[in-house]
């Protein structure tokens, strides 16, 4: 039976045989005879589990080695929160703000730090990126926050920016959760990543922090310390009891990542390639359209989360309706923005896209 496909933004689709492999160990992982479930984080079994699954997420991404990779809890919205609790010192930290989610960003922040906007789009209904050299960098930014995806608006930094060209010296901290291992990280410009994983890496609960050594042993006294960075890397993100879970299907995608294959290319690289060519399909299909519009400047349209709306939005609902008839799932806007958004994440396969832009382009021809 073909799966319907599903277009939410998180908890997001996961690959169908990520979901297979789990579905045949869930009793019994490896002749353990435990579920995942039920084994101790610190037995035998469960570390072999989260030391494969942290190779792989390295070697998927080329993480270089003087980063940490940590798995924690919270989601990047508690990121928001113990990253500044990390790094800021309770001194300056600048934010870029191009969305919903940098706007949570900051405001989070302002709760531990001197948190200012550098530069934001808001004015124009965050559908730009402001351009760098305009952006306002206080030389003591203790870093520079950016979301460098932005999953409710449609927004994403094509490359990321060089804070040292801007004259800062400041590290780059990225919230990446919505994007993360659907396109290469250019490490030598980030200085800390963060990510929740029910987009791109598996189910909610499990929040990845790549993190560069030098930025280790920065944290405020009053930083709890199972969100302490440096014991928690010390402890192989082990310090408190971690979502077990989530590690062993977040290892299950690494893996499938790692085999995917486009052409010559492989991995994350495939990954790209692949992501670039359903982003493409969908955005023609939305230009070369009287119905619909996507609003975000073409320089930095989404390749994950494409919102797009309906000029005559009385059609709103049909379009939903027909929407789920035909098996494509969770399209509708964010309630803060309104319209309609298809997440295409990495687990969603060209013939979603295809399936999609077919029934937009016969939605639009009925009467």
């Not at 019994?28 to 037995?43: A, C, D, L, Q, Y």
């Not at 924690?72 to 919205?77: A, D, V």
């Not at 906007?117 to 306002?136: L, M, N, R």
């Not at 969908?282 to 494409?306: K, T």
């Amino acid at each position: 039976m073909q799966r319907p496909y599903n277009f939410s933004a998180g908890p997001a689709a996961i690959p169908e045989e990520v979901l297979q492999t789990a579905a045949a160990e869930m009793l019994n992982w490896h002749g353990s005879g435990m579920s995942v479930m039920e084994m101790s984080h610190r037995g035998k079994e469960f570390i072999s589990i989260a030391e494969k699954a942290e190779a792989d997420f390295r070697k998927l991404l080329a993480v270089p080695d003087n980063f940490h990779i940590l798995f924690m809890q919270g989601g990047g919205l508690a990121e928001n929160a113990i990253v500044p609790l990390n790094l800021s010192q309770g001194g300056a930290v600048d934010f870029v703000v191009t969305g919903s989610w940098s706007q949570k960003s900051v405001k989070e922040a302002g709760k531990f730090c001197d948190a200012q906007t550098a530069a934001s789009d808001e004015a124009q209904g965050f559908t730009h990126i402001p351009t760098a050299a305009g952006w306002k960098l206080r030389d003591d930014a203790q870093y520079v926050h950016i979301c460098s995806n932005e999953t409710i608006n449609g927004v994403e930094f094509q490359d990321l920016p060089d804070l040292a060209a801007l004259g800062s010296k400041a590290p780059l901290v990225i919230d990446f959760s919505s994007h993360v291992a659907s396109r290469p990280v250019e490490w030598s410009r980030v200085g800390l990543a963060f990510g929740g994983a029910q987009k791109n890496l598996g189910p909610a609960g499990l929040t990845l922090v790549v993190v560069r050594d030098d930025l280790l042993d920065r944290a405020m006294a009053a930083c709890p310390s199972a969100f302490n960075y440096r014991l928690v890397a010390d402890n192989q993100s082990m310090y408190n009891t971690p979502p077990t879970w989530g590690i062993y299907i977040a290892g299950l995608t690494f893996d499938w990542i790692l085999r995917q294959r486009e052409g010559e290319l492989t991995g994350v690289a495939a990954l790209e390639a692949r992501n670039q060519a359903k982003a493409q399909l969908l955005y023609r299909a939305i230009d070369g359209s009287q119905l619909y519009e996507n609003r975000v400047a073409h320089d930095c349209r989404s390749r994950m989360n494409v919102p797009f709306f309906l000029k005559d939005e009385s059609r709103n609902q049909a379009f939903l309706d027909g929407a789920k008839e035909r098996g494509l799932l969770q399209l509708k806007g964010h309630k803060s923005v309104g319209g309609m958004r298809a997440s295409i994440y990495n687990a969603m396969p060209l013939a979603g896209v295809q399936a999609l832009v077919d029934y937009m382009q016969t939605f639009e021809k009925q009467a």
